[in-house]
């Protein structure tokens, strides 16, 4: 069984920073893909940022200059740094792999860590 679990979330005032991350556990043999997604309350869930295995990534504009997002394959282990935060940033961020566990390719999602950013 594969486990997505984030940490780092949490208040902060606008104009602050937060870093987030999720390390993935389990039986896995391999990780493709890996981003974040967000949910804004009454909103649907809207991508953040990915990261492939080559360090390619891509951001959603809203959060292009503000946000990156890395992994460490040795940990597997991905990052999301949130600079320069807004209230429009406030929501809950979920962490997304692909991953290869002891069957086949999966989609995975963790929890998600709520984030809050005040005015």
């Known amino acids: 069984q594969v486990q997505l679990v984030e940490s780092g979330g949490g208040l902060v005032q606008a104009g602050g920073s937060l870093r987030l991350s999720c390390a993935a556990s389990g039986t896995i043999f391999s990780i493709n893909a890996m981003g974040w997604y967000r949910q804004a309350p009454g909103q649907q869930r809207e991508l953040v940022a990915t990261?492939?295995?080559?360090?390619?990534?891509n951001y959603a504009d809203s959060v292009k200059g503000r946000f990156t997002i890395s992994r460490d394959n040795a940990k597997n282990t991905v990052y999301l740094q949130m600079n320069s935060l807004k209230p429009e940033d406030t929501g809950v961020y979920y962490c997304?792999?692909?991953?290869?566990?002891?069957?086949?390719?999966?989609?995975?999602w963790g929890q998600g860590t709520q984030v809050t950013v005040s005015s």
């Open positions: 997304n792999a692909r991953i290869h566990d002891s069957t086949w390719w999966k989609n995975y």
């Open positions: 990261i492939d295995t080559g360090g390619i990534t």
